[in-house]
């Protein structure tokens, strides 16, 4: 079965999709402030402006893109330290870089 799809599928879902449940499991009160400042983390993904060719969908973004680096990662974790927007921020940056890891898994895999 020719699967070219689900890599695709799967990362878009994660980067939109999923994060309705964070926002509903982790920040149940303001849930709907809660999913949109998570997608507004997506900026984060400016950084691919900075290379050439802008998108490559062989290219691993973790650890190679400014702001997709291990210390910008660590800086994303403090940020689940602090109470209110920062909290949500760091949320969805650290999930941004899970589904970003997760695709360049599959991309080892062969899809």
Known sequence: MDCFWLRPFLHYFLHFGFPVVLAFLFFRKDWKKAYFIMLATMLVDAD??????????????INFHPLHTYWAIGVYFLLL????????????????????WIDCQLHHLGF
Do not use: N
């Open 48 to 61: 691919h402006l900075l290379s050439t060719p802008i998108f490559s969908s062989d290219r691993c973004s």
């Open 81 to 100: 330290f602090f109470r209110g927007i920062p909290r949500i921020i760091g949320v969805g940056l650290l999930f941004h870089m899970l589904t970003d």
